[in-house]
């Protein structure tokens, strides 16, 4: 286990002298490989928790929807009916809401965060680079709960009064804009959660975009291309696979953002064109009805959604996650 | 410039616009994403500070009609989960720090670990709520401060586990070939050596995933679940500041919202010192250490 520690077996034994504590407490002890050993297992067992941890959900997720898995199969992710009553479940509107919010959200979001990461490495005057980034980390530290408050508060008016009938009428042919406009809906949502992936998404990109070796700069730069032309054929080119893992990283989050959705998103499955609609996700209809749930077929069918959830982010994450080590793997570790 | 044709010149000239158009459009991007920052943090300061009064501070929620009441009961109950969760989630994250880099460098084993952590760290906070529930509220038979602080020390455990593990791959190597050079244990060298020496950044790290469950919400709803009086039973339901400011928020009184922005300042407010104190603490502490 722990070869470069066979040396301490071999301490010296300079006894009596107390020049330094630890030579003191060496010439105390006996040997150490069985302290080595016993250490270096329970680091080993606290570290294989996190394995412990993945299964134990993914198990206990599996075991407690298995009402509602036998009872619905695949069928409960392609039918619409939500009645709780007769004891129907299907999660095709959530499915929609949660794809809707977090794909409207990603395509707001990944043009400011690129922006953002490009001036951030490669426009932005060194003074100002420190106070930017901590303002943008910020961002990411604001809970969910609160940016939910924000938006009930500020962004639910602002749609109803100014941007909602402003897309009405400039926009209102496509369709996506029809209907009542209360305020809360599918837009809305999206909104607010494009506000909250923003930083996750700008401060990975920088992350990849920095280890980008200025080597590659300098050879556009040499070759007379532009600012931008170096950006573009440099870093952008050189980091594509991390950014696309970044986005990920940033879908993954949207998919599972709770709080501040359900606070926005109208609670009402319904599949519909318009982004006015209200709509609902698959974590709101677990934050919303769960505690509520009467019937074991009800509870496992939001244990089933859950199950959904855990499945299809963690299979988000892993390929981000090995996208963005595909770039900075060789970079130098990064400190907070 | 005469040996340039006309046409080269024009060339030029378009390049250079599109250079300063999207310089334009980044710094304008940078605009925009910083603003709804200020509007936040002005809304909450301004709404919040408005409300704060002492009895937010001492008096448990007033029932539906009076007027004041605070959220003193939430606040002590959202200590009692982190607590908790910080008591479960820390050791196991720090020692899972420690594996990863001082025991499994370059093994297959420690990569998977990393992987699986990494992967945890981005699985929804709503799936660890249902999951706690099922797990300890369903056995219990009613819902509690454990499984509230189970949940969050869950959550805790992916990003100590990391920021650990980064912090102790910027310790060289020299400092713990000095170690094991003079006879220490490999165990002590561990913990004497290489955690003494990044021990601020693992603070830092620790800090930064505490600030990261202070906020959360859904994994309480099912767990920890609220409640409007004192509690200070662990197998009982007890109150959370997010909890509370989700429940003043989504109601339709007046009064409520009023403390539901105040609920919001506090939290953020206990977030952002915590995590300005830390830093400020731990970069003292990395100058006093001299590593």
Known sequence: MSPPAASADVAPAVAGTTLSPIRDYLSKRGSGRLADNSFAAVMLICACSIFAIVLFIFGILVMHSRLSLAQFGWKFFTTQGWDPVSGDFGALPFIYGTLATSLLALCMAVPLALGVAIFLTELCPRPLRAPISFLTELLAAIPSVVYGLWAVFVLVPLMRDVIGPFLSKTLGWTGFFEGPNFGVGLLTASMILAIMILPIISSLTRDIMIAVPNSQREAALALGATRWEMIRIGVLRNSRIGIVGAIMLGLGRALGETMAVTMVIGNHPDISKSLFAPGYTLASVIANEFSEATGDLYLSALIEIGLALFLVTIVVNAIARLMVWAVTRNAPARVI | MDFESKSMRRNRATRSAMNYFVSGLCILATILVILPLIAILFYLIYKGASSLNLAFFT?????????????????????????????????????????????????????????????????????????????????????????????????????????????????????????????????????????????????????????????????????????????????????????????????????????????????????????????????????????
């Open chain 2, 59 to 291: 008096h448990v929620p007033a029932p539906v009609g009076e007027t004041g009441g605070g959220m003193a009961n939430s606040i002590v109950g959202s200590g009692i989960i982190l607590f908790l969760a910080s008591l479960m989630g820390i050791p196991i994250g720090i020692a899972a720090g420690v594996y990863l880099a001082e025991f499994g460098r370059g093994k297959t084993l420690a990569n998977a670990i990393r992987f699986t952590a990494d992967v945890l760290n981005g699985v929804p906070s709503i799936v660890m709520g249902i999951s706690i529930y099922s797990l300890i509220v369903v056995q219990q038979k009613h819902f509690s401060a454990l499984a509230g602080g189970v949940a969050l020390a869950i959550m805790m455990v992916p990003t100590i586990t990391r920021t650990t593990e980064e912090m102790l791959a910027t310790v060289p190597h020299a400092i713990r070939e000095a170690a094991l050079g003079l006879g220490v244990p490999k165990w002590r060298t561990a913990i004497s050596v290489s955690l003494r020496t990044a021990s601020p950044g693992i603070i830092t790290g620790c800090m930064l995933a505490f600030a990261r469950v202070a906020g959360e919400t859904a994994p309480l709803l099912f767990t920890a679940f609220g409640n409007q009086f004192w509690s200070f039973n662990l197998s009982q339901p007890i109150a959370a500041l997010p909890l509370q400011i989700y429940v003043y928020a989504i109601s339709p009184y007046d009064e409520w919202h009023r403390l539901a922005w105040a609920g919001s300042l506090v939290l953020i407010v206990l977030i952002m010192v915590s995590v300005t104190l830390v830093r400020i603490f731990a970069n003292r502490g990395a100058l006093k250490g001299g590593s």
